[in-house]
């Protein structure tokens, strides 16, 4: 457990990284990448070479016998929902942090860069049942309370129900969101929710992993304890076939997590423990510009 001081100090840490990385990095990235999600009608004008054909008002040019088009205006005031997993799988990393440290500081920098687009962001802490709710809101004080909260919530050593908080999700959030789901997504059967959100709002998961979750050391036997569950077994890691299995396993997990994205009409990031991940995001945010 960490003392006040010691969160005290982390969540300044965390505030100085992610707003040098929001500045430097993502300056019109992240705006840039939500444009447009939630257009309101403003006026017609008329038309000028260059503008968009496909907002043209047919009605209005045929009484004035000359093309008018539709100006619309973007309601920049954004929702963003983090979706986080604080499941003892979590707990695991072997390279540079554990995923939870990942997923705090990925967090970290997407509130921040919500927060400085004047965008609301609310948080949806989940393991095995709904661990705590934070409505969405603005403001730097906000965005610190949510960092706060990010460093001392507490794993759960549980299994992780993402169906249950994707349906408290809908019940409780009615406008239309960002959501972004951040998990190691080792659970299955939240296809069917996620493709009820997937039609309102914006979602994007982001599953983090660490290199031993995808492949066994050649190590000798070795005793494997599943976090969620607290059951133990021995595996010889230096047979090639239990490598083999071992990868396999991960590999068809990977591809479960994709295709739920894919029929949701959602998208799906995988961040490794020991990846540049404001690499991954800024890329991200450029490819939906």
Request: avoid cysteine; glycine fraction near 4%.
């Amino acid at each position: 457990m960490l003392t006040t001081d010691e969160i005290i100090k982390k969540v300044r840490e965390l505030e100085i990284k992610s707003k040098k990385i929001t500045t430097h990095l993502f300056t019109g990235e992240y705006h840039s990448a939500f444009k447009g999600k939630g257009m309101s009608f403003r006026e017609v004008r008329e038309y000028y070479a260059g503008d968009d054909v496909r907002f043209i008002d047919w009605n209005v040019s045929a009484r004035f016998s000359h093309p008018f088009t539709k100006v619309f205006e973007e309601e920049r005031e954004l929702t963003v929902m983090l979706l986080i997993d604080t499941s003892a799988s979590n707990m695991f990393g072997t390279v540079t942090m554990q995923k939870k440290d990942l997923i705090v500081e990925l967090a970290a920098v997407l509130t921040f860069s919500a927060i400085s687009n004047n965008d609301k962001v609310g948080v949806i802490f989940f393991s095995d049942k709904i661990d705590k709710y934070i409505a969405p809101k603005k403001g730097r004080k906000h965005a610190l309370y949510i960092v706060r909260e990010l460093l001392t919530v507490e794993a759960t050593k549980k299994g992780t129900d993402l169906d249950a908080a994707i349906k408290f999700f809908t019940r409780s959030v009615k406008q239309r969101s960002i959501a972004f789901l951040l998990s190691d997504f080792l659970t299955t059967g939240y296809d069917d929710d996620l493709k009820v959100i997937g039609n309102k709002h914006d979602v994007i998961g982001i599953r983090v992993y660490d290199k031993m979750d995808m492949q066994l050391p050649d190590a000798g036997l070795l005793q494997v304890q599943d976090a969620e569950t607290g059951k133990s077994k021995w595996i010889d890691s230096s047979d090639e076939m239990v490598r083999y299995n071992y990868q396999q396993h991960f590999m068809e997990q990977s591809e479960l997590s994709k295709n739920y994205f894919r029929k949701a009409g959602a998208e799906l990031l995988h961040v490794r423990t020991d990846d540049d991940y404001v690499k991954i995001l800024q890329k991200f945010f450029i490819k939906r510009i």
